[in-house]
């Protein structure tokens, strides 16, 4: 982590952006140095600036950072790479909101976690290839809930700590993971999960990308994780994201083109 001298050098990925008064913008990064933090790039707007063209949102950047009165300021930036493909396909660019979203909700500014930037940096790539998106979207939020400090559980019943056997069980997103067949039925709070949709979510759990991806759940299977994940997140979050509404929306639009 930098120590506080005035100028340092960062590497981060570009979450957002806004204008800021006539010619500046406000930036927001999730940086390997310093997790995530706000920044300003004064002049970037004007026509000569040669710093816009590399601060767009799902960018890799090397920045020089200042430390100004209230913000860092960016006086210097380079693009790593720019993950062209994520702006080309709109329902690439809802995925990739997804992924940055999720990261902003579940991570507090300046506190660094080279961990998670890792597991960022990795999934953007993977979304560039436009392939088992499901997979990669599951790994990382399982992922990202295990750096965060919200690792579902899966291996033993939540309420009696029996282990979970090879059948459909339940979850409860309120006690953080599965029920066996016998505590799930009373839970007012649990919901039904299968046998294959569970065995593939421990899988990805405790696996790497690589050991993840040759195992191919049916269709079905990741629709039934996808909701299992979002109503876990949702509990945990005490609110809905905004960018599986916009998927919801975008997909049957595509869909019938």
């Not at 693009?79 to 994520?86: E, G, S, V, W």
């Not at 998670?116 to 088992?132: A, C």
Request: aromatic share 8%.
């Amino acid at each position: 982590m930098p120590g506080q001298e005035r100028s340092f050098r960062a590497e981060a990925v570009v979450l957002n952006h806004w204008d800021y008064g006539e010619a500046d913008r406000m930036v927001d990064l999730y940086t390997l140095e310093l997790g995530k933090v706000r920044t300003i790039a004064k002049g970037v707007r004007k026509a000569h600036s040669r710093k816009a063209g590399h601060l767009e949102p799902f960018t890799r950047v090397s920045l020089l950072l200042a430390r100004g009165r209230d913000l860092l300021i960016i006086t210097q930036a380079e693009t790593i790479d720019a993950y062209l493909p994520l702006r080309d396909d709109l329902l690439l660019v809802g995925y990739t909101s997804y992924v940055i979203e999720l990261l902003d909700r579940f991570t507090f500014p300046e506190e660094e976690n080279r961990a998670i930037y890792r597991l960022l940096t990795n999934t953007l790539p993977r979304l560039t290839e436009n392939v088992d998106i499901p997979l990669v979207l599951r790994y990382y939020e399982l992922n990202l809930l295990k750096l965060t400090g919200f690792r579902p559980q899966l291996f033993n019943c939540v309420q009696c700590r029996a282990e979970i056997k090879p059948q459909d069980q339940y979850f409860s997103s309120e006690q953080g993971g599965a029920l066996c067949p016998n505590c799930g039925p009373g839970n007012a709070r649990s919901r039904p999960v299968s046998m294959q949709a569970l065995k593939y979510l421990r899988h990805l759990q405790r696996s790497t990308y690589a050991e993840a991806r040759k195992v191919r759940p049916a269709e079905q299977v990741h629709r039934e994780m996808e909701i299992l994940m979002q109503d876990y997140i949702t509990y945990l979050l005490e609110r809905r994201l905004n960018t599986p509404v916009f998927l919801r929306k975008v997909k049957p639009k595509i869909n019938h083109e």
